[in-house]
């Protein structure tokens, strides 16, 4: 997808953990959630909380995320799937 949509990632940030999902390493991105995605950046500079200074930003829909993992213990997981990224099972009752 990010290469389809021309995102600038490079083969060394994507890890293939099954053929329908992947990893991608973004040291030192930040991203936030809201209005149907998350936005990310690929690099932000150290002091990038009070300098808002960011660069290479890209956007996935909430289904295109499975969960992300931070540096710093941060952790966002999807509701609909589980953590090792196969989607949940809804009941059909």
């Not at 200074?53 to 995320?65: H, M, Q």
């Not at 966002?76 to 196969?86: A, H, I, L, P, R």
Request: aromatic share 10%; hydrophobic share 30%; with cysteine.
């Amino acid at each position: 997808m990010c290469e389809r949509e021309g995102y600038p990632i490079t083969e060394t940030q994507i890890e293939e953990v099954r053929p329908d999902l992947v990893a991608l390493k973004l040291p030192r991105g930040v991203y936030s959630m809201g209005m149907g995605g998350a936005q990310f950046y690929q690099e932000a500079n150290a002091d990038w909380k009070q300098s808002n200074r960011v660069d290479k930003p890209f956007a996935l829909g909430y289904n295109d995320v499975v969960r992300i993992e931070g540096n710093a213990n941060e952790l966002w997981q999807n509701v609909n799937y589980n953590w090792d990224g196969t989607p949940k099972k809804t009941d059909s009752r």
